[in-house]
C-alpha cells in the first residue's frame, strides 16, 4: 500500500532499450504496457515496475503497420485464405490492424452478410474493420451496413477478381450521398471498366495472350477517368474517399488537383508497384498478374516521389491470395490476379528505408499514422503513446532474410519476391498489448484475439455538399401508397 492506500502500481510489459519511432522522430525510449494500452513512453528510470521485459537494444519500436487493403476470402474462397491465415500472415509481418474487402463469397452487400463476416473474423489474430460494397443493386442495404458497423466502403469502379459489376456513376452518386452523411470513407478501385473490358476482348479475339497483353489491356487511362470522376462526386456530395492500389504517374495528377481542390481524398500504392515494373513479366510470367497492372520504371519512380512529397498518403498491401495453380494458368486472361502482401510489406520497405529511399520516420508516417488517421482510429492506433492501444512491431533493422514463398503464412504460398533478401525484419509483434508474433514465430493461440476497430473508430464529423439534392430527400424510396389509404 502506498500513502493513497491504493496497491503500487505494476505494468504487464516492458519494452526496454528500444528506439521509439514516430512519423517526426527517433528517441531511445522504453514503453510500458498495462493490459492492451500504452502507459508510459520515456527514460528507463521513469517506467513502473513490470511483471515481464522485453529487451529491445538495437531495435526500433514502430507504431504497428495498419493495412487497409487486404482479402481474406472468407466466406467463400478458404482453399486461398482464411481469417486465421490472413491475420497470422500480417501478425509475421508486423501488421496490427487490417481493413478487409467485400469481394468475398457472398459478398459484404447487407447488414445480414457482415454480421456473418464479423463472426467468421472473430478467429483474427490481429484487429479488423470491415469493408461494405457499395454497388448498382445494394443502395437500399447502404443504411443496413453502417448501422451494423461497416467501418469503410469499397467501390468496384472496373472488373477485378470476385467480378462484382461496376456500378454506373448515377448509382455512385446516390451512394455517396448517402455514406457522405456517416463520413465514413469510401474507397475506390479506380479503373474505368468499360475501356478495359472492350480492350481485353479486342486483344484475346486478336490471339494476344501473353502476361504483358494484361498491361496493354489496362493502359493508365482508365485510373486517370475512374481518379477523376470518383473526386468528382467526393467535391460534390463531400464524401471522403481512397483511392486504393495506386499504379501510375499519370493518376497523380487528377489525385492532386482534387487534393488542391479540398476533396478529402487519400491514396495508397503497394509494394509491388513500387518494386517491380514492364522488366519483370518475362521473369514472372503470369505470377506478376494484378489489377490494376504492374507498369513502366518511370510510373515505379513517380510514385516514389509522389510517396515523399505527400500526393501519396499511405502504403497498403492489397493481399490477394491466390493458389500457386491459379496464378500459374495461361493465356494470361485465365490467371487469377493479385498475390499476397501482407506479410512481406514491410520487410521490403524497411529494406528501402535501409538503402535510404525512405527515412523510418517516413515509412512510421505512410504504414500507421496515414491509415489511422485517415480511417479514424487515431490517437487510440497509429502511434506508441500512453493511452494508445499496445499495437507494435518491434523491428530488427540490421536482420537479413531471404522471402520464400513456402515459408509464407499465408495459405498462398506464392509471391513476386520469392528469393528476395530483405535488410529489416519485425521480430516481435504486439496486439493490443498480446504478442501475436514472437522471435520470428507466430503465437497460434493469439487466434481469436483481434477485436472489430468499431468501437474505437471516431470519423471527423463530415462536411456536406449539395445535401439538400440528394435523389434519396427529395424522392423517398419509402412506401408511396400510404397517402392513398
Ligand atoms: C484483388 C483480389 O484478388 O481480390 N486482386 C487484384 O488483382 N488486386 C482484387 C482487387 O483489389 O482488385
Ligand atoms: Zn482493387
Not at 43 to 58: F, S, V
Request: net charge neutral.
Amino acid at each position: 500500500m502506498n500513502a493513497m492506500g491504493a496497491a503500487p502500481f505494476v505494468a504487464d510489459l516492458v519494452i526496454s532499450g528500444g528506439t521509439v519511432v514516430s512519423g517526426e522522430a527517433s528517441i531511445a525510449a522504453d514503453v510500458a504496457i498495462a493490459g492492451e494500452h500504452i502507459v508510459a513512453v520515456g527514460r528507463p528510470e521513469a517506467m513502473p515496475p513490470a511483471r515481464e521485459r522485453l529487451e529491445a537494444r538495437g531495435l526500433l519500436v514502430l507504431p504497428g503497420a495498419i493495412d487497409v487493403h487486404v482479402h481474406f476470402r472468407e466466406p467463400g474462397y478458404t482453399h486461398k485464405e482464411d481469417w486465421a491465415t490472413g491475420s497470422a500472415a500480417a501478425a509475421m509481418g508486423g501488421v496490427t490492424t487490417v481493413f478487409e474487402m467485400p469481394n468475398t463469397n457472398p459478398p459484404t452487400r447487407s447488414a445480414a452478410e457482415l454480421a456473418e463476416k464479423r463472426a467468421l473474423a472473430a478467429k483474427s489474430s490481429v484487429d479488423f474493420g470491415l469493408y461494405g460494397l457499395l454497388a448498382e443493386d445494394n443502395l437500399d442495404e447502404l443504411e443496413g451496413l453502417i448501422a451494423a458497423g461497416a467501418n469503410a466502403f469499397k467501390c468496384f469502379m472496373g472488373n477485378t477478381f470476385g467480378d462484382l459489376p461496376a456500378p454506373s456513376t448515377g448509382a455512385m452518386l446516390e451512394g455517396f450521398e448517402i455514406i457522405a452523411r456517416t463520413g465514413l470513407r469510401i474507397s475506390l478501385h479506380a479503373e474505368e471498366a468499360t475501356i478495359m473490358a472492350r480492350r481485353q476482348a479486342r486483344l484475346a479475339a486478336a490471339g494476344r495472350n501473353d502476361p504483358l497483353d494484361h498491361l496493354l489491356a489496362r493502359p493508365a487511362v482508365v485510373a486517370v477517368e475512374a481518379v477523376g470522376r470518383a473526386a468528382t462526386l467526393a467535391e460534390w456530395t463531400g464524401a471522403r474517399i481512397h483511392i486504393l492500389h495506386i499504379s501510375s504517374a499519370a493518376e497523380l495528377r487528377p489525385l492532386a488537383e482534387a487534393k488542391a481542390r479540398g476533396v478529402d481524398v487519400t491514396g495508397e500504392t503497394c509494394p509491388c508497384y513500387l518494386l517491380l515494373s514492364r522488366e519483370d513479366y518475362g521473369r514472372l510470367g503470369p505470377l506478376i498478374r494484378v489489377n490494376p497492372p504492374v507498369r513502366e520504371a518511370y510510373d515505379r519512380d513517380a510514385l516514389w516521389h509522389a510517396l515523399r512529397s505527400g500526393v501519396i498518403d499511405m502504403i497498403a498491401t492489397d493481399h490477394a491470395p491466390h493458389t500457386p495453380e491459379e496464378k500459374a494458368r495461361l493465356p494470361i486472361w485465365r490467371a487469377d490476379c493479385g498475390f499476397p502482401g501482407v506479410e512481406t510489406q514491410m520487410p521490403l520497405m524497411l529494406t528501402e528505408v535501409a538503402r535510404g529511399r525512405l527515412t523510418i520516420e517516413q515509412y512510421v508516417r505512410l504504414a500507421a499514422e496515414a491509415p489511422a488517421k485517415a480511417f479514424g482510429l487515431w490517437p487510440t492506433k497509429g502511434r506508441i503513446a500512453p493511452g494508445a492501444h499496445a499495437d507494435i512491431a518491434i523491428v530488427d533493422p540490421k536482420r537479413t532474410e531471404t522471402i520464400r514463398a513456402a515459408d509464407l503464412h499465408s495459405r498462398a504460398k506464392v509471391t513476386p519476391f520469392d528469393g528476395v533478401t530483405v535488410t529489416g525484419v519485425p521480430v516481435h509483434t504486439l496486439v493490443r498489448g498480446r504478442l501475436v508474433q514472437r522471435d520470428r514465430r507466430f503465437v497460434s493461440d493469439s487466434s481469436g484475439w483481434g477485436r472489430p476497430v468499431t468501437e474505437i473508430q471516431r470519423m471527423p464529423t463530415p462536411v456536406l455538399r449539395n445535401a439538400d439534392l440528394a435523389i434519396d430527400r427529395l424522392a423517398p424510396r419509402l412506401p408511396l401508397a400510404r397517402s392513398a389509404a
